[in-house]
């Protein structure tokens, strides 16, 4: 393959050449409700170029790899009527290397009628609970063969297999309409979607709960927010401010996060870090060739990095972090985030709860948006908490603030850390989902706005 793509961009008189190359299998098995909405397995393959010349980028993308050159010379064309715009690369060492994603039970193993099977009887584990009124479950797997190469002489070839499932139920009564999910997907192999029957039926269970949990009325409280709902807050409401090209092109978001600025107490950090085998968000190099780097977004408490693709590192002459990304051949890499969490410290869940005379425990997300700073997430699950206990389940609770004055308001982080992955992932300018993973401990935070009754 190597000598193959070289044929197509040597001698061809720009900056900058990459070619990238995809092959995938992906398989789907969706049930809603009693119906099999979706089963079956679609194969893909195309590529595409990038060029740099003077300044302009140019780019096609091909499902026909049989005309290489025919493509580089056409990305060259646009990139020489785009002009000049000033882009740039940051300075990389050039890397050979051929690597596997993927551990454990491989699912390309498995028939098609055992997927179906299986989602079969996650369904009607769900479904056959009373008050349930409609289901979703979704598996997906893809096997994906991945080249880049580039004129500086960067050569990857990468295999990978993702693999997950999500199950969710939907409860109601009246005008009364509760859900609950569960999703797993990440590069673990088959094992992970296999024995799910008690979730199933946790999440059947959970939606109908909560038809008969109360509502809090709406103000301030101190929250305790679980693993999964600290990690959507860490990636949806700070994770997306830390990406480079999207900042640099918002200098009211500039003002806001100068580095060097605090923005937590000493024992707050975030970090994106692409290299945790087996999660969704793992990748040895981006879509650039760039090794995925442990980048501290914020340590101990100052904002420290951000994410970046070669162009905005050497825009904003900051280190490469090895966070560009394309979802697929049909898009050029943007700044994404891979798996981004909060650190553990050392607070137990049980002192958590001691210092809260009236609070919230907050658990998942089922939505939520962002504006900038601004943040609103609907909590899956929500507890009452009185006097350092918990005490009865809460409905429709939602949180919304500033990230700015959240993260300064965390005042104490949890030694349990958990990532999740799932089949959800990142969405950004089109490109979407992509897969990330998403984790951190249980955190307490003062002065959270509840909205409620
Ligand atoms: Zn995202």
């Not at 498995?110 to 996650?122: A, G, M």
């Not at 560009?324 to 891979?338: C, F, K, L, N, T």
């Not at 658990?363 to 350092?388: D, H, V």
């Not at 919304?400 to 349990?416: C, K, M, P, R």
Request: one cysteine or more.
């Amino acid at each position: 393959m190597r000598e193959y793509l070289w044929e197509a961009i040597k001698d061809v008189p720009v900056d900058y050449i990459e070619i990238r190359i995809e092959e995938t299998t992906r398989t789907r098995v969706d049930f809603v409700g009693r119906e099999l909405e979706q089963i079956g397995t679609v194969e893909r393959r195309g590529g595409c170029v990038r060029v740099l010349s003077n300044g302009g980028w140019g780019f096609a993308s091909f499902n026909d790899i049989d005309n290489l050159k025919a493509n580089v010379l056409k990305a060259a064309d646009m990139a020489r009527l785009v002009g000049n715009s000033g882009a740039r690369l940051a300075q990389i060492t050039p890397i050979t290397a051929e690597y596997l994603i993927g551990w454990g039970k491989d699912p390309i193993q498995v028939s098609l009628s055992e997927k179906q099977q299986l989602c079969e009887t996650y369904n009607r584990l769900i479904l056959n609970t009373p008050k349930v009124q409609t289901t979703s479950v979704r598996y997906r797997d893809i096997a994906l063969k991945k080249y880049l190469l580039t004129s500086e002489g960067t050569y990857l070839s990468q295999q990978g297999i993702f693999c997950g499932i999500s199950l969710a139920a939907i409860a109601k009564e009246g005008s009364n309409i509760q859900q609950s999910h569960f999703s797993t997907g990440d590069f673990r192999g088959y094992a992970q979607v296999e024995g799910l029957e008690d979730k199933a039926e946790s999440v059947a269970k959970s939606a109908v709960d909560l038809l008969s949990a109360e509502q809090i009325s709406g103000g301030k409280y101190t929250v305790i927010i679980d693993p999964k709902l600290c990690g959507v807050f860490v990636h949806e409401a700070f994770g997306h401010l830390s990406e480079a090209d999207f900042l640099y092109e918002n200098p009211h978001l500039q003002g806001l996060m100068p580095l060097g600025a605090r923005f937590g107490a000493d024992d707050l950090s975030i970090v994106d870090f692409p290299g945790l085998e087996g999660e969704a968000g793992y990748y040895p190099y981006d879509d650039e060739g760039v090794p995925g780097t442990k980048t501290y977004l914020i340590k101990d408490g100052i904002l420290s990095n951000r994410l970046h693709s070669r162009e905005t590192s050497l825009m904003m002459n900051e280190p490469l972090s090895g966070n560009a990304r394309a979802i697929d051949y049909s898009h050029e890499p943007i700044v994404r985030m891979s798996n981004t969490y909060l650190e553990s410290r050392n607070c137990k869940f049980e002192e958590m709860l001691e210092g809260v005379s009236l609070g919230v425990y907050a658990r998942g997300a089922i939505g939520g948006m962002t504006n900038c700073e601004m943040f609103t997430f609907s909590a899956e699950e929500a507890f009452l908490i009185e006097n350092g206990r918990i005490t009865k389940p809460l409905r429709d609770v939602v949180l919304t603030g500033n990230v700015f004055e959240t993260l300064a308001n965390i005042d104490a982080i949890g030694n349990d850390v958990v990532f999740y992955g799932g089949l959800g992932g990142c969405g950004k300018a089109g490109q979407s989902p992509l897969p990330v993973s998403t984790g951190g401990p249980h955190i307490r935070v003062q002065d959270v706005t509840i909205g409620g009754r």
